[in-house]
């Protein structure tokens, strides 16, 4: 079978002999236009006088559009309608789209948009959390708060109680290919748009609403990415709008990407987040109580950050059982960039908050950080009654007419569950959001990971190479991840397939999911493939097109090949039962004792092959197409009450990360890295070990030298890949022990397999907490060093100086 | 100008061509060669990368992003559709990123291929640094090591070898091909920006937009490209790029090449020069403090007139050098001395990182006292800087930590650093004292580990 293979990326060799196609590459019309954004230099207040007569006049320029010459909506929000595709008078950040310029190149577009003559009567920018705390700058009417028990009164009944304050540094996507966007009009007011999205959908609302058609007047296709991180969920809306719009209006092709500078400053990017805490535990260092308080920056517009910060609150516990808990969590309006979608979605912000408390603990209890971390695991799923209640399916939502929420969005609000939540089975341990935890498998994974990596003597080791070496301190840290995967607004967890067979048994494939490098359309083919018995390579991947599959969710939150995977599989099986039908009528025989193995399909003795059943199809008059539908069971989830199963399962995985600090300076590197990952019965298991190594790197990329710098006036200073320092290839671990966890998953997913693009990113919290451990070996170990990130050199400086009782 | 040179083995000639047209842009927009990607416009990311092979077999990965038309005068350039044979076949390291799943969202992955290539071509195995200038957010690089590892044995295509002598490159208006003519056409146009590799001016371009009214390109000017060692002095012509002088201070001040090993990186470090890096006068190039702690001197030319003078007088101010319209950077001599030079770069990230600070220590000590010493930092002051008062501070003292400590004082009179995105005040000051402290142990009798990047697992 097709499924389980560690098959090469289905575009591997079109990427290594630059014949694959991104938006930028794909041939264009010879009187394309090329389009490029006017950009506020102010971070808040009002323009007082706009003049654009030498924007006008540049060379090359066709047409110079503002706000009020819109034709239709002026919004690019995914939630809600706070996001303007220009500005209007009214500037939110330094960076915001104020005009557009419509050029004959890119280069003359780009020229032109620098010659704006703006007066600005700025105000005062709210750019920190108290300077947005002072003024009640927020999302939402208040702090969202979630609880379980009463946090207070186990914290003050705890044998130990301490808190502290960690802050956690937001992270720029920093995708390969900038954002990309081509409009070309078609007749009778159409529209196709091709943009470099994960979320075509998202794309053709937001397109049809500002050239005032309907969706089935718009057909958004994406066949890849140049990488996405979630930086192309909600951020390439401003780019397919001005290009329709542009489009719209000369009739012309209309072409968009953002020069590498310009994308920095204007899109969003990982929220920053601090957690205060303030925790209760006994003498093993186990948590009685805890109370967290998030404040996170959202920037200037809503976007994604409500279920961001939801997502954050929802990993406060990562794999601890926390008996009582309290999580306060404050959404900050801010004058920067409004902060978006970005891998682990503020999964991994909650869980470094829980991580530095387990460090902290550990500190103040002279033990082993890995002790107390185990001691806080939550039960193995064996230990675990099983079979939770069933959650009842919701009730179906009404929708008032004219209502014009964006459905498909993660910003849109969700329905609450009409009949009730489910209640966890008697003596089950649950998350602190009502949740049971009944497939916990990180003891076992913890204790294979520390013989593999072999823990304990390394340990020693280090030890005695710190007591020998006064200037290179070593430091070692595990740290477990335990990843909820479903969208928490429950109902994006549906997704649709559409496939053909042809006459020749070759099949074309279509869903709702899109193409970042991740591999999805790869794992999906040989879904399908397996289905049908036949090669992978009798599979056609397409592009992902809203005209052949509608309504789909974003690439997102890790669901592509669980949601995708599974709407393939019921395509394909509605087809290979129409076949088998078929064969078993004119074969006298059951329809499910015919088989489709190895390109073959037999019945009883007959054997054709798949081709051959293909056209036997056909002349007999059988659909050879076939839509797949599938919808995620058993979640239910109240966002407000913070109650329910936002979750159908979760991933988990462990890393052991070693580093080296210099005592002088600050330097410091990782050396090596071992990780253990589950991927339940994996699809394919080399592109999930790319998932792995690729996420560590990147996660231990944003906690230790991605620095995102604003100055006083709202600019932000790290625009470009000279000043925002993602991992380049000697960053990476030398010594990188990636494996995957044997095991099934326990759900009805396809193949059993689990989802794995988000959760392997927040092993690079290990990083981070291996930093921590070498700079307390610089003094005494009486103070506890409370890293905050990223851990450049400066701040494990910092740090090392507060060892050593200065600073 | 019309310029000419061989693309994917083809012979182009480009008529009438505008001197700040990037490749990357002729490539994409007019031969709609798109394999080659434009990834961040300013030669930090790399996924423009191509190969640039000289008259001289010399094979470069370069970046297409801030390289000019004229730049290519007379060479062979390969992209990523010139890699496969002429019947399709896959470049060995092409195969192995395919077996070695070393591409995912694959837009960085042409400028991987050609980097690799270069590499594979030139036999050379130290793959982090040969990759240091090709940024990947997807892999975490360690497949696409395990693809170069896998390549390394196989031989070099014969497509690939690129016959130049087909180009006939014609002499051109503002291509000198020799030092005299480019002092001549610096005197008849004075206002002329001079570009030798592009690795900043090249930015003017790409994100200031700026225009250049007119562009003397010294790349040609191969008498400007020589290393002469003499008896008493090494002396380095200013169109020599990184990559060489790397090669040529590798046996005689490692420190210093293990400094330039982290300049920029390989993409960068095959198009800069020396000349360039000094004569721009950027406050935070790194080979300024060095060769200052070299006590090197600097060799200037206008017309027929030379002058010369100590490298640190050259840098008066930010922003300003003494140099005259029409004047250009000839040479730098270095003296020939035993080396007790150490380089130090800090930086966020190790490799092709713009230093917050670089510090450069040569201090000789005599029966346990400090003789002589030449310390110089960028990025400690709007210029590259001696510590005159530390330098003083430590001179005719025992040579100990004692005397160090007992100068820290003298530090925050050497320098009012500045704090941005790179590092604060504070830090820059006081990690600079700690580099002092860093080359006592450095170059102490007993000598102690003070370099993570000597640490492994």
Redesign the interface.
């Given at each position: 079978m097709s499924v389980t293979k560690p098959l090469?990326?289905d575009?591997?060799?079109?990427?290594?002999?630059?014949?694959?196609?991104?938006v930028?590459?794909i041939?264009v019309p010879g009187d394309t236009l090329h389009l490029a954004f006017g950009l506020s230099q102010i971070a808040a207040g009002r323009i007082t006088e706009l003049t654009l007569d030498k924007v006008r006049a540049a060379p090359g320029v066709v047409a110079v559009l503002t706000a009020d010459d819109l034709p239709f909506a002026n919004d690019v929000s995914p939630s809600i309608h706070d996001e303007p595709l220009l500005s209007g008078r009214r500037i939110s950040y330094l960076g915001q789209p104020i005009f557009l310029v419509v050029a004959e190149s890119h280069?003359a577009a780009?020229?032109a948009a620098?010659l704006a003559q703006i007066e600005y009567q700025p105000r005062d920018a709210i750019l920190t959390i108290e300077e947005a705390l002072e003024a009640d700058s927020r999302f939402e009417e208040g702090p969202r708060i979630y609880q379980k028990g009463d946090a207070g009164e186990a914290i003050d009944a705890a044998p130990h109680v301490l808190e502290g304050r960690i802050e956690m540094g937001g992270q720029e996507?920093?995708?390969?290919?900038?954002q990309a966007a081509l409009a070309l009009p078609q007749d009778d007011g159409e529209m196709v748009v091709h943009s470099s999205t994960q979320h075509p959908t998202e794309i053709q609302h937001k397109v049809a609403e500002a050239i005032g058609v309907p969706m089935h007047d718009v057909r958004v296709e994406t066949r890849?990415?140049?990488?996405?991180?979630g930086g192309k969920e909600s951020q390439g809306n401003a780019l397919a709008v001005a290009c329709a719009v542009a489009a719209r209006l000369t009739g012309r092709p209309c072409k968009m990407r953002y020069?590498?500078?310009d994308d920095m400053m204007i899109t969003g990017k990982r929220h920053d987040f601090r957690i205060d805490y303030r925790v209760g535990y006994d003498d093993e260092g186990r948590v009685q109580g805890i109370d967290f308080v998030h404040y996170t920056r959202c920037g200037w517009a809503q976007d994604l950050s409500l279920p961001v910060a939801d997502r954050a609150m929802l990993h406060a516990d990562n794999a601890y059982h926390l008996p009582h808990c309290r999580i306060e969590s404050h959404r900050l309006k801010t004058n920067t960039q409004s902060a978006t979608a970005f891998r682990g979605f503020g999964g991994p912000q909650g869980m470094l908050g829980i991580e530095r408390v387990m460090d902290h603990i550990a500190h103040a209890l002279g033990r082993d950080p890995l002790e107390v971390r185990r001691a806080n695991y939550y039960r193995p799923a064996g230990e675990q009654p099983a079979s939770a209640e069933a959650a009842p399916e919701p009730a179906p939502k009404r929708v008032a007419p004219g209502d014009e929420v964006d459905l498909a969005s993660r910003g849109a609000v969700g329905q609450v569950p009409q009949s009730g939540l489910p209640k966890a089975p008697e003596g089950v341990q649950t998350t602190p959001y009502g949740q049971p935890v009944q497939d916990f498998i990180l003891h076992e994974m913890t204790e294979a990971l520390l013989e593999s990596s072999d823990y304990a003597a390394r340990r020693q080791r280090i030890a005695e190479w710190n007591a020998e070496?006064?200037?290179?301190k070593?430091g070692i840290a595990l740290t477990p991840v335990k990843f909820g995967i479903s969208f928490t607004l429950t109902h994006l967890n549906q997704a649709g397939a559409l496939v053909h067979v042809y006459q020749d048994g070759s099949v074309r494939m279509n869903h709702g999911g899109t193409e970042?490098?991740?591999?999805l359309f790869q794992k999906v083919a040989q879904v399908a493939a397996s289905r049908f018995g036949v090669d992978v390579s009798a599979v056609k991947i397409t592009a992902t097109d809203t005209g052949k599959v509608p309504n789909t969710s974003a690439t997102a939150a890790s669901s592509g090949s669980d949601l995708n995977g599974m709407a393939v599989k019921a395509a394909c099986d509605t087809i290979r039962q129409r076949m088998a039908n078929l064969l078993a009528g004119l074969h006298q025989a059951r329809a499910e004792d015919v088989r489709f193995a190895d390109g073959r399909v037999t019945v009883g003795e007959a054997d054709y092959s798949f081709a051959e059943v293909a056209k036997l199809a056909y002349e007999n008059r059988v659909s050879l197409s076939a839509t797949g539908y599938y919808r995620t069971p058993k979640l239910a989830w109240d966002r407000i009450k913070g109650q329910g199963r936002p979750f159908f399962y979760f991933a988990y995985g462990a890393a052991v990360t070693?580093v080296?600090?210099?005592v002088?300076?600050?330097?410091?590197?990782i050396?090596?890295a071992d990780v253990l990952h589950d991927a339940g019965a994996s699809l394919n298991p080399?592109?999930d070990?790319?998932q792995v190594?690729?996420?560590?790197?990147?996660g231990a990329g944003w906690l230790t030298?991605e620095?995102l710098?604003w100055d006083e006036a709202g600019r932000l200073?790290?625009h470009?890949?000279?000043?925002y320092?993602?991992?380049?290839?000697?960053?990476?671990?030398?010594?990188?022990n990636?494996a995957l966890w044997d095991g099934r998953n326990r759900e009805d997913t396809i193949y059993r397999s689990k989802a794995v693009g988000e959760p392997p990113f927040m092993l690079g919290i290990s990083a981070l907490m291996a930093l921590s451990d070498a700079v307390a070996a610089c003094g005494d170990g009486s103070v506890y060093p409370a890293l905050d990130a990223p851990a450049?050199?400066?701040r494990v400086?910092?740090a090392i100086r507060r060892q050593q009782g200065q600073g | 100008m019309t310029i000419t040179f061989l693309l994917n083995g083809e012979r182009v000639e480009v008529p009438q061509a505008a001197p700040t047209e990037t490749l990357l842009d002729w490539l994409r927009e007019k031969r709609r060669l798109t394999g080659t990607k434009e990834g961040c416009n300013e030669g930090d990311c790399g996924a423009c990368t191509v190969m640039v092979r000289e008259a001289d077999g010399t094979a470069r990965a370069l970046n297409a992003c801030i390289l000019f038309l004229p730049q290519l005068h007379g060479k062979a350039v390969r992209t990523v559709e010139g890699m496969q044979g002429p019947d399709g076949a896959l470049h060995p390291v092409q195969e192995a990123m395919v077996e070695k799943h070393g591409s995912q969202c694959g837009f960085c992955t042409p400028g991987f291929i050609v980097s690799m290539a270069v590499a594979h071509a030139n036999g050379q195995r130290d793959h982090n640094d040969r990759l240091a200038g090709n940024l990947c957010r997807c892999t975490g690089y360690a497949p696409i090591v395990r693809a170069a590892e896998a390549a390394e044995a196989a031989p070099v295509p014969e497509w690939l070898e690129d016959d130049l002598t087909q180009i006939d490159p014609r002499p051109q208006d503002m291509l000198p091909e020799t030092a005299d003519a480019l002092a001549a056409a610096l005197e008849a146009h004075p206002e002329a920006t001079i570009v030798a590799g592009a690795t900043d001016v090249g930015l003017w371009v790409t994100k200031q937009l700026r225009e250049l009214e007119r562009v003397i390109f010294l790349h040609r000017c191969r008498d400007l490209q020589q290393i002469e060692v003499g008896e008493t002095e090494i002396r380095v012509g200013a169109g020599v790029t990184i990559d060489r002088l790397h090669a040529a201070m590798q046996e005689r001040h490692p420190s210093f090449a293990e400094m330039l090993r982290r300049y920029g990186s390989v993409q960068v470090r095959g198009a800069a020069t020396l000349g360039g890096n000094i004569a721009n006068g950027s406050p935070i190039g790194d080979s300024p403090p060095a060769l200052i702690a070299l006590g090197a001197t600097l060799h200037l030319r206008k017309g027929d007139t030379r002058r010369e003078m100590p490298i640190e007088e050259f840098f008066i101010d930010y922003g300003k050098q003494d140099r005259a319209p029409g004047e250009f950077v000839e040479a730098v001599t270095i003296p020939v001395q035993p080396d007790r030079l150490r380089c130090y770069k800090i930086s966020k990230r190790f490799d092709q990182d713009i230093s917050a600070v670089c510090g450069c220590f040569n201090i000789r000590v005599e029966d346990g006292v400090v003789a002589e010493a030449r310390i110089a930092f960028g990025g400690m002051a709007g210029i590259p800087k001696r510590a005159a008062h530390v330098e003083k501070a430590l001179l005719g003292q025992p040579w100990s930590e004692e005397t160090i400590r007992a100068a820290e004082e003298a530090w925050a009179e050497d320098f009012t650093p500045m704090s941005d995105m790179r590092a604060s005040a504070a830090y820059r000051l006081e990690s600079a004292r700690n580099l002092l402290l860093r080359y006592f142990h450095d170059t102490g009798d007993a000598p102690v580990l003070t370099s993570v990047l000597e640490v492994r697992a």
């Open positions: 090469p990326h575009a591997a060799k079109l990427h290594v002999s630059g014949a694959a196609r991104y930028d590459d041939p280069l780009r020229k620098r996507h920093f995708y390969l290919e900038g890849r990415m140049g990488g996405g991180f020069d590498r500078d070496n006064p200037l290179i070593r970042m490098g991740q591999g070693e080296a600090v210099d002088l300076t600050g330097e410091n590197r050396l090596r080399a592109l070990i790319g190594e690729g996420g560590y790197v990147q030298t620095e710098v200073r790290t470009a890949p000279s000043t320092k993602i991992p380049a290839c000697s960053d990476r671990p030398e010594v990188f990636v450049t050199a400066e400086l910092m | -």
